[in-house]
């Protein structure tokens, strides 16, 4: 009896055991609370880390913890964290919980009575939290620390509801828990590297309305300009000794600005409309942000042409609404009407050299961008311009061809140092040379400012700069560099493998760094921790580089001397994908993340040596409670015998004696990807791989490679026989293959749909279906006319519709839908600003003269695809319903079967299935 109860007593436990440790398959419900960790952030001294969990739908957690993963403090709601500089508190946001404001908003609450932001202040080592309501705007110092300055909104209801209401500046002391409080404040800046905090403010009854600036250590407020009027563009220097802002103080109808300066004294106006170095009906612009250069001797601004006014004698409706397009005119009228709103605020640079007061216009309108060089110390700028060659950009797309001017600071004349060259240039940290790549010729060249010698300092049978994978019908792009050596002495330039070491006037040989990336198939690529803008690397520094092995797919962190001549050693080597790590300022502490299919990336801790690894971060516990599923690379040979690769994804308790459903999923190349975690998300244009391999699917991604004017008939090669290859393993079951693309991807399984049967059923997001239509459409999104996509990039046709009009009409699947026997779940949004629209209502509408069942979302609050939570959230849950349908014999849902009628719309979801 007692061994009878024994065993019963076992067999209850083993039975309980396993109840609890039974997974379920994922929903999109679950996915919605999926976290991911959208911030992270170091203490300066290395003793902290702090990072936000949020997840898709509801309320983000920001956590705090020690290196050794001890917990500090949670806090809900919170986000936008920094750490001050001394590392003593941690400053950040707490946002309203969103089911309150969800309630109010069912309220039909007013906006301006929602819940406001809060700052809130953590005192680390106090552990005590201080809440300040009503948050509009926080500024923390970068270099110094015992201070922040915020505005919060005034809670007395007299002035709740003014328009253009001015909030006030609160300087909060965070040693003594003081605060000063200056009224009506339109802008404040803190300087850089000084506890001082200029701002502006349109003062009240016991304050006078100016520009101030608050020495914190002295605790003394000086006035640098004491009156009412409009003022623009603040600006501080690092040190804080120096101020400038614009200020028109004339109470006249429409503002004219003046440029104002302090540098210790008394204001002065240093620059104003009337000076002669401004050009004739350009004035200074309220829109140009205000600089210093490093010395302090320069001020740079902004200038633009004097707008037309409008004619206030017409009314409205006598004005024609006309757009002109002209054939000639550097930029399509769609270009411009979509920059409108920013070429409005466009300006032009100038500059006042302060010790002469000596203005000197140095950007005219010929030029594209202008840089400066030296933060502005140097004698030259670095300008370009695309315009004589702008219209041609309409067809060829990019690089653009520029040519290249060095431009006087003292003078503002500039001189053209290279013509026609498609390269956008830059500057080295220490102003010696411009330099740039050539796309052309596939080299590395320089121009030495000092001599006005131009050097071509790489060749393409030394290092091979050029993208070695480039299938496009377009000049390929660089692997780029990794930045230069201090005083300029060498650049580093990547190749597809190595970094090199290149002397920029051709002294001496390229030197292969890292010697072994080619040989070893590993694609070295330089980590710079918390570097200044602009400055050069110091070579006598031990750097860490990360590498991407193509072959195994996983990525390693390695120690590299940039002096010696070996190869770089790894310190960290496992079988994952990594992210970039992050150091902290003043310290040894190293944050970085490892993952792959089934391995969250969570936070982990450890130094420079990575001889010890600290999970911090658990974001995503619940995984363990899901069927999940696994990633491995399969390998076959294309129609073209060209050997392949992909990625198959299977479910966790996959069973090769069975037979499962499949869908393929692609765009062009992924499966250097293999390692991906990819987080679980209600996705925008693509199926959740988690969720389907939950759910008893087979994916697979395989890569496909392109031949020049048959971008179609490249996918078919390379695709299906893939399929038919993992058809032949015995385990899918090839009666249920679906397919799965957005925008490329999307045109290319409408293609594969004229093409084959294979496939029981396909979805085809924002698919261009007929190249004829789309060749003169327009992008809205950028304005840009769509041919040089089909010439040059993506759909690598290689010619104009006038050279090769049979390219286009093959590789179109509009005109060979009848051939098309496969059911077509079609998702196109009308404000789509990439694909037209009218790509997916032609290939609808054959589809129903055809009598071929098909189905079209249009999300109409949406671009090229949805992009509100909502919609996001309702399009996966009908794309898995219609595979359900067709690849696992799923009873067919309501929107399905009968559509939605517009009546309904809003209403009737349509999800329920039908029996």
Request: aromatic fraction near 12%.
């Amino acid at each position: 009896m007692k061994i009878f109860l024994f065993l019963l007593a076992l067999l209850t436990i083993s039975a309980g055991l396993s109840a609890q440790t039974e997974k379920r398959p994922l929903t999109f419900e679950d996915i919605l609370k999926w976290n991911r960790i959208t911030e992270t952030h170091l203490s300066n001294n290395g003793n902290y880390i702090a990072w936000k969990e949020e997840p898709w739908k509801g309320d983000a957690t920001l956590k705090i913890s020690t290196p050794d993963a001890e917990e500090i403090a949670s806090f809900n709601y919170g986000t936008k964290a920094h750490f001050t500089a001394d590392s003593r508190f941690l400053i950040f946001t707490e946002a309203p919980p969103a089911d309150t404001i969800r309630n109010l908003k069912l309220k039909k609450t007013k906006k301006e009575d929602l819940p406001q932001d809060k700052l809130v202040v953590f005192d680390i080592m106090e552990n005590e939290t201080e809440r300040i309501e009503n948050l509009k705007s926080v500024k923390i110092p970068e270099e110094w620390s015992g201070w922040i300055a915020y505005q919060a909104e005034e809670t007395d209801d007299s002035t709740k509801n003014k328009k253009d209401k001015k909030n006030p500046l609160y300087i909060k002391n965070l040693e003594t828990g003081s605060t000063k409080k200056y009224p009506s404040v339109s802008s404040y800046e803190l300087a850089k590297d000084q506890p001082l905090i200029s701002f502006i403010s349109e003062g009240d009854s016991t304050f006078t309305a100016g520009v101030y600036i608050f020495d914190l250590k002295a605790e003394q407020v000086s006035p640098i300009l004491e009156s009412e009027g409009e003022f623009k563009q603040l600006s501080i220097a690092d040190n804080g000794k120096q101020l400038a802002f614009l200020a028109d103080t004339t109470d006249a109808e429409k503002p004219s600005f003046d440029l104002y300066y302090w540098g210790g004294e008394n204001e002065t106006i240093i620059a104003h409309n009337s000076n002669e170095a401004i050009p004739e009906n350009w004035e200074i612009s309220e829109n140009g942000r205000l600089s210093f250069s490093d010395n302090g001797e320069r001020l740079f601004f902004g200038t633009a042409p004097i707008l037309p006014e409008k004619d206030t004698t017409k009314l409205e409706e006598e004005i024609p609404a006309l757009d002109v397009w002209h054939w000639n005119e550097e930029r399509l009228q769609t270009v411009q009407l979509n920059n409108k709103k920013r070429d409005l605020k466009k300006t032009w640079l100038a500059v006042v050299h302060l010790n002469e007061q000596k203005t000197v216009q140095l950007e005219t309108e010929r030029f594209s961008r202008i840089r400066k060089i030296q933060n502005g110390d140097a004698d030259k700028l670095l300008a370009y311009s695309n315009q004589p060659y702008a219209v041609q950009t309409m067809w060829e797309g990019g690089p653009y061809h520029n040519d290249f001017y060095l431009v006087d600071i003292n003078s503002g004349e500039a001189e053209k140092i290279k013509t026609d060259c498609r390269a956008t240039p830059s500057v080295s940290p220490d102003g010696k040379f411009v330099y740039w790549y050539n796309a052309v010729d596939t080299t590395w060249n320089t121009y030495e400012i000092a001599t006005g010698k131009e050097y071509q300092i790489t060749q393409p049978e030394t290092i091979q700069a050029a993208d070695e994978l480039n299938d496009r019908p377009m000049l390929s792009g660089s692997y780029r560099n990794a930045g230069w050596l201090e005083n300029d002495v060498a650049i580093l330039i990547y190749d597809r493998y190595d970094l090199w070491k290149v002397d920029p006037i051709n002294a001496v040989d390229p030197i292969n760094l890292t010697k072994n990336g080619r040989t070893e198939r590993i694609n070295y690529r330089l980590v710079r921790f918390n570097p200044e803008p602009n400055t050069g690397i110091n070579p006598s520094e031990t750097v860490l580089l990360t590498g991407h092995n193509e072959v195994s797919r996983a990525d390693a962190y390695y120690a590299f001397d940039l002096n010696k001549n070996k190869a770089p050693e790894a310190v960290f080597s496992q079988n994952y994908r990594l992210g970039r790590p992050a150091k902290a300022e003043d310290d040894d502490l190293i944050i970085f993340t490892k993952e792959d299919f089934e391995t969250y990336p969570n936070l982990i801790a450890t130094d420079l040596r990575f001889k010890k690894e600290t999970q911090i971060s658990d974001a995503a516990p619940q995984q363990k409670e899901f069927k999940w599923g696994t990633a491995e690379l399969v390998t076959w040979y294309s129609l073209d015998g060209l050997v392949l690769e992909g990625t198959l994804h299977k479910p966790e308790d996959f069973d090769p004696t069975k037979k499962y459903p499949m869908i393929v999923n692609f765009y062009e190349k992924s499966s250097q990807n293999l390692l991906r975690y990819r987080m679980p998300e209600n996705n925008r244009s693509t199926i959740d791989y988690h969720y389907y391999t939950s759910h008893g699917y087979v994916i697979f991604n395989p890569d496909v490679y392109y031949k020049e004017g048959y971008p179609g008939e490249s996918a078919f090669n390379c695709v299906m026989p893939g399929i038919t290859s993992l058809i032949n393993k015995g385990f899918v079951d090839e009666e249920h293959i679906g397919a799965q693309g957005h925008s490329w991807g999307g045109y290319q399984v409408a293609y594969l749909a004229t093409r084959t049967n294979m496939f029981a059923a396909i979805e085809s997001g924002a698919p261009v279906v007929n190249m004829f239509s789309a060749y003169g459409g327009i992008r809205w999104g950028s304005g840009l006319n769509r041919s040089f996509q089909y010439e040059h990039t993506q759909s690598r046709i290689g010619k104009s519709i006038w050279e090769a009009p049979l390219r286009y009409l093959e590789n179109s699947p509009l005109f060979t839908i009848d051939k098309i026997n496969t059911p077509i779940l079609i998702m196109h949004n009308d404000d789509d600003g990439a694909v037209p629209w009218y790509q997916g209502i032609e290939f609808f509408i054959g589809l129903r003269r055809l009598q071929k069942p098909s189905w079209l979302l249009n999300y109409n609050e949406a671009d090229h695809w949805p992009t509100k939570l909502r919609d996001m959230h309702d399009f996966q849950i009908r794309m898995a319903q219609f595979f359900d349908h067709y690849l696992k014999d799923a009873p067919m849902p309501k929107w399905m079967d009968e559509g939605i009628p517009a009546i309904n719309k809003g209403v009737d979801m349509g999800y329920e299935l039908v029996e």
